[in-house]
């Protein structure tokens, strides 16, 4: 059973770092494409970035430069560290994988901007 816990989020201000962890059981992030997407409110859930099995990623325009994704794959688990936080990151951030077919959610985990 695939299963993805996210934790971290929190209230931030304009600036400050904060750094979001997913923990998977059920798959190994090593050899699974591991995404991160956000959903403010009012609006669709959007791509934020995603880190390849061989390890390569890709963010979105929105957050290339401030945030990074990486992986622990002795924890199995897959971070997102996004510093230069702006009130525009606001959202909730869920982890996300697309194994056998089906794609499987976290249940997502809140993050504020606001000074």
């Known amino acids: 059973q695939v299963q993805l816990v996210e934790s971290g989020g929190g209230l931030v201000q304009p600036g400050e770092p904060l750094r979001l962890s997913c923990a998977a059981s059920g798959i190994f992030v090593s050899i699974n494409t591991i995404s991160w997407y956000r959903q403010a409110p009012g609006k669709e859930r959007e791509l934020v970035a995603f880190i390849r099995s061989g390890g390569s990623t890709t963010y979105s325009d929105s957050v290339k430069g401030r945030f990074t994704i990486s992986r622990d794959n002795a924890r199995n688990t897959v971070s997102l560290q996004m510093n230069n936080m702006k009130p525009e990151d606001t959202a909730v951030y869920y982890c996300?994988?697309?194994?056998?077919?089906?794609?499987?959610w976290g249940q997502g985990t809140q993050v504020t901007v606001s000074s």
């Open positions: 996300t994988a697309f194994i056998g077919g089906q794609r499987y």
